[in-house]
Structure formats: structure tokens, C-alpha cells
């Protein structure tokens, strides 16, 4: 069975940092492109960063760059989304998701497998 699993959400500080973590099951995590996406209550999903198959390139919402770094480690079927300099706004929901996309990364539709989420919320 196919799956992703997201891990290392939580309750932080203005300022803080988190690491997020998405795993998959089922699948070989390196032939596909990784998203990470947020969710807000009642909004849609925007995309807040990319990184393709071989780890090569990467990409980030104007919101976030500088704040977080996506990386990937194919040996052990991971990738992570290094949260720094968290801000009230960025709490969220943080989803991953797998495609084989490398147009318009941070469109949802362009991805196939989904996690479940997990809650960040940043807040003093």
C-alpha cells in the first residue's frame, strides 16, 4: 500500500524551529518529485516548497525562503522540511505529497499520493 507519512509537527515559539519529516511506505521515494504543502482552516492548499527526484533542484513560496529548507535522503526514503525562524502565520497544516512533476511544482493537482498532515502551530 502506498503511503506518506508526515511526522515532527508541534507547538513552537515565535522563532523556533521545527523539522519535518515524510515518509513513505510501499514505494521507492526517489523516483518521485516531493511537495510540501500548508492548509489553513478553510483555504485551499498552497504549495511552500519543492525538491525534485535526485535532490538537483529545489524551489520556495516567497513566504518561506531563507526560513526553511527542504532536503532528501533517498537511502532512507525521507525527505525533511527544516522550519527555522517560525512565524504565527505559518501555522498550518503541512502536508507532503509525491509526483512526477517538475511544471508548475507547487500546483496540488500535479501530484499523486498524499499524507495525512501534521499541525504546526506556531504561537507564545
Known amino acids: 500500500q502506498l503511503q506518506l507519512v508526515e511526522s515532527g509537527g508541534g507547538l513552537v515559539q515565535p522563532g523556533g524551529s521545527l523539522r519535518l519529516s515524510c515518509a513513505a511506505s510501499g514505494f521507492t521515494l526517489a523516483s518521485y518529485a516531493i511537495g510540501w504543502f500548508r492548509q489553513y482552516p478553510g483555504k485551499e492548499r498552497e504549495g511552500v516548497s519543492y525538491?525534485?527526484?535526485?535532490?538537483?533542484?529545489?524551489e520556495y513560496a516567497d513566504s518561506v525562503k531563507g526560513r526553511f529548507t527542504i532536503s532528501r535522503d533517498n537511502a532512507k526514503n525521507t525527505v525533511y522540511l527544516q522550519m527555522n525562524s517560525l512565524k504565527p502565520e505559518d501555522t498550518a497544516i503541512y502536508l507532503c505529497?509525491?509526483?512526477?512533476?517538475?511544471?508548475?511544482?507547487?500546483?496540488?493537482?500535479?501530484?499523486?499520493?498524499w499524507g495525512q498532515g501534521t499541525q504546526v502551530t506556531v504561537s507564545s
Open positions: 505529497a509525491a509526483g512526477r512533476t517538475s511544471f508548475r511544482v507547487m500546483r496540488p493537482a500535479n501530484y499523486d499520493y
Open positions: 525538491i525534485s527526484s535526485s535532490g538537483s533542484r529545489t
